[in-house]
Nanobody, 121 residues
């Protein structure tokens, strides 16, 4: 199995910055795409950003130019640098990874427990 643990959430004023981290551990064989999702109260979970194993990235339009996703394959960790935060960025942020464990030849999607980001106006 693969476990994901997020950190770095918190309360910040509009215009501020936060950096989220998500470390994968367990019986990891290979981690493929990694990404960040978020879910605001009363809304569906949405994809924020993804990064491939070789560093190709995608972003939802609302965060382009403000958020940067990156990863450290040696540490099995993905980051989300969030700048110029807005109140509408308030949500629980979830880390996701597509990975193959040493226990199976199949590739599964794994989720972290979520970390709260609150942006005050």
């Amino acid at each position: 199995q693969v476990q994901l643990v997020e950190s770095g959430g918190g309360l910040v004023q509009a215009g501020g910055s936060l950096r989220l981290s998500c470390a994968a551990s367990g019986s990891i064989f290979t981690i493929y795409d990694m990404g960040w999702y978020r879910q605001a109260p009363g809304k569906q979970r949405e994809l924020v950003a993804t990064v491939s194993r070789v560093g190709s990235t995608t972003y939802v339009d609302s965060v382009k130019g403000r958020f940067t996703i990156s990863r450290d394959n040696a540490k099995n960790t993905v980051y989300l640098q969030m700048n110029s935060l807005k109140p509408e960025d308030t949500a629980v942020y979830y880390c996701n990874a597509r990975a193959r464990s040493t226990l199976s030849a199949s590739v599964y999607g794994y989720w972290g427990q979520g970390t709260q980001v609150t942006v005050s106006s």
